[in-house]
């Protein structure tokens, strides 16, 4: 192919994708759209390049056309970047007015010159004409170049750094015409190589201008080029370079090592890729890579936005960390290519202990709340930096390192993790991938990634005690139930013993007697089987005849008074529930009723089927209730009226009970005037 052909449809393509880059993301910023016409105008103006290098004649006409009008879109586009200081200071409008004025103008007079000069084609002055656009031609580069060089003297540091890709793009396109039309001057004919060229020096500028315009918003690129790309395309470009080289010395070994030429290109080649592939496998190499473009590439040091998903990426991830503490150490290591870390957390006996290492063997060493390493801490919070210590001592003034380091292979950085209020732990890192200068970025982003290790650390250890604190909380339901039940097996056993002597020769209170002396033994066998199994046995659920069941409850009772009477308005009143558990629930009820009513009084129980419940209401004519005691100490578990008699989960348990049945519990009471209890329980259909 063509090299000329080659070089100017090359930078025709780029430009047209230099340009869709910026419409596509254009938000109406007036730069960004001069911009993409500059672009179009530049990748027209190659295009009709590469049509002239295969002596296309007709478009000839247009490419000179486009040759000028490609300067004036330059020139606009840079004088406009003269906005900002023109809007603060006259000085510099009339500045930015004179050379709008004057660049557009002598441009515009070289387009009318080009465009008049075919009708002199063949007459004696002729070649003066051409010798004078080939001056314009000239003149027309040194303005560009006058242009950039005032916009360098007067834009401030903080704005060269965001537009000096620009400079160095469209600088390098002024200053190379301005070596062409020089050499072409000076010759009295264009050279064409040097033509040539100009495609693959405009080519050149394009990667130049999407940094620039990616380094300023206001020109609407919204365009990022990752690290990982960066890295990637180096690595490959660094890799062909390479196979390029080697293989220019593979044919010199061929073409002059005579016999064994063609045996040592085959050797030197094999090596070559082995060398390349160690090369490219290299973690240090693309650590000092990485670094390496980090510095010079790029404003940041670090993706922050790879780096904060992959950090809490990595803590959200602990399918091989069952504690979780490698997740937190790991994490601030690779931030900064440590290989090795280990972290030390507050203990209840005041001292910070090493109790997860990852990668590195643990260090048996605690350090106390007075020690100087978690003094320097509270005090400075500063992250320690191993290697400068004796460089600055001046800012770890009177900080005294634990023995215990010398035990770490390489320790490096010292990162405090802080609490709310208070020094959490720190983490020391290790074995540095590659040996580089910590900066303020580089202490910054490891601060940041502290506060977000430490909150997970303390979510971590506020679910262990949360998980300790559930067990004992069962236990300490198992518990509060077994002695509610205990309580419960008390009362009706000392009510045979005290029945016993007036009644043992009553052969319904002997059956009575041997019938709650086995429902007794069956209860505390059962408190045993929860005791030892640490958690609540359910009862298995079977069809009962609800009224039936309310009258052998309520015949239990009869010992006490006032007895209790039952009234049953439906004799088809069955439902599903657990027999014991519910016998339970009416027996604390009556309980409550009998204690709560004097001997005299009543305690009246009616079953009633009021479909889908059946309804047992329990009324009594005792001391009452007041509506704030209903509403917020009746149901509340621990809380009893009855003194140490009483444990105060009773009415609590009979809510649960009716509640997981999918019925309902309603009281109505009033102070000396009794109280009524209505249990809704669905019915079995």
């Known amino acids: 192919m063509n090299l000329g052909l080659f070089s100017y449809l090359s930078a025709s393509l780029a430009f047209v994708l230099f340009a869709v880059l910026l419409l596509t993301s254009w938000r109406g910023g007036g730069r960004g759209v001069l ?45 406009r970047l003269f906005d900002q200081a023109a809007s603060k200071s006259s000085g510099y409008q009339r500045f930015q007015r004179m050379t709008l004025l004057f660049s557009v103008g002598f441009g515009c007079f070289v387009l009318l010159t080009e465009w008049i000069s075919s009708y002199f084609e063949g007459l004696i002055f002729y070649d003066y004409l051409m010798t004078f656009l ?74 130049m201008l999407v940094l620039a315009a990616a380094r300023n918003r206001e020109w609407s690129l919204n365009v990022f080029v990752s690290r990982d790309i960066v890295l990637t395309t180096t690595a490959i470009f660094g890799g062909g370079l390479y196979l390029l080289v080697m293989a220019g010395v593979g044919y010199y070994l061929r073409d002059y090592g005579g016999s064994w030429g063609r045996v040592a290109q085959t050797v030197f080649f094999s ?60 994490v601030l290591a690779r931030l900064v290519d440590a290989r090795s870390s280990l972290i030390w957390l507050h203990e209840n006996n005041n001292c910070y202990r090493n109790i997860a290492a990852w990668q590195a063997d643990r260090v048996d060493a605690t350090e106390t709340e007075a020690s100087s390493l978690v003094q320097f801490f509270e005090q400075k919070g500063y992250i320690i930096n191993l290697t400068n210590i004796d460089t600055c001592p001046e800012e770890y003034q009177g900080l005294v390192l634990p023995t215990w380091l010398s035990e770490i292979h390489r320790p490096w950085l010292i990162v405090p993790l802080f609490g709310l209020d208070y020094l959490l732990g720190f983490v020391v890192l290790a074995d540095p991938l590659v040996s580089r200068e910590i900066n303020w970025e580089d202490r910054d982003l490891l601060k940041a990634a502290a506060k977000q290790v430490s909150s997970y650390l303390i979510v971590l250890r506020t679910s262990e005690v949360l998980a300790e604190a559930r067990q004992f909380e069962v236990f300490n339901r198992i518990s509060a139930y077994m002695v509610h039940d205990l309580k419960n097996i008390s009362a009706e056993l000392e009510l045979i013993m005290r029945n016993a002597e007036r009644h043992r020769n009553n052969p319904e209170f002997l059956d009575d007697m041997f019938e709650t002396v086995n429902n007794a033994s069956a209860d505390i066998n059962r408190l045993l089987d929860q005791l030892r199994n640490k958690r609540l046995q359910k009862e298995k659920k079977v069809v009962v005849d609800v009224c039936k069941l309310v009258q052998d409850v309520a015949r239990h009772k009869n010992n006490c008074l006032p007895v209790p009477d039952v009234v049953c308005d439906s004799s088809e009143c069955h439902t ?63 809380d009893t009226t009855k003194g140490n008699a009483g444990m105060g989960i009773g009415m609590y348990e009979c809510r649960e009970v009716i509640h997981e049945l999918g019925g309902e519990i309603k009281v109505e009471s009033k102070p000396g005037k009794g109280t009524s209890i209505s249990l809704h329980i669905p019915l079995n259909n």
Do not use: C
């Not at 040097?194 to 990667?207: C, E």
């Not at 070559?272 to 790029?298: C, E, H, P, T």
């Not at 604390?588 to 047992?616: C, E, R, W, Y």
């Open 35 to 79: 911009l993409a016409v500059v672009a179009l105008i530049n990748a027209l103006w190659a295009g009709f390049a590469s049509q002239v290098v295969i002596k296309s004649v007709d478009q000839a006409s247009i490419y000179q056309a486009l040759e000028v009008l490609r300067y004036l879109a330059w020139y606009v586009f840079l004088i």
């Open 134 to 207: 080939l001056v314009g031609h000239l003149i027309m580069s040194i303005i560009g170049l006058t242009i950039i060089e005032q916009l360098f003297r007067n834009l401030s540091v903080q704005h060269r750094w965001a537009i000096k890709y620009l400079f160095i793009g469209v600088g390098g396109i002024f200053a190379y015409d301005f070596y062409f039309y020089a050499n072409a001057l000076l010759f009295r004919g264009m050279d064409p190589g040097l033509w040539d060229a100009r495609g693959f020096i405009s080519l050149i500028s394009v990667p």
């Open 271 to 330: 090596l070559a890729i082995i060398l390349l592939l160690a090369v490219l496998f290299s973690g240090q190499l693309r650590a000092n890579l990485r670094v390496f473009l980090g510095k010079n590439f790029y404003k940041n040091k670090y993706d922050y936005r790879k780096e904060w998903l992959q950090l809490t990426g990595e803590l959200s991830n602990q399918k091989d960390d069952s504690n979780g503490f490698i997740s937190a150490t790991r």
């Open 576 to 638: 599903i529930l657990e027999k014991r558990r519910f016998s339970n629930v009416l027996a604390h009820l009556l309980d409550n009723g009998q204690q709560a009513t004097s001997d005299d009084g009543f305690l009246h129980i009616k079953v009633m089927k009021k479909t889908p419940f059946v309804v047992i209401q329990i009324v009594d004519n005792g001391h009452g209730m007041d509506d704030d005691f209903i509403n917020k100490r009746l149901f509340k578990p621990f």
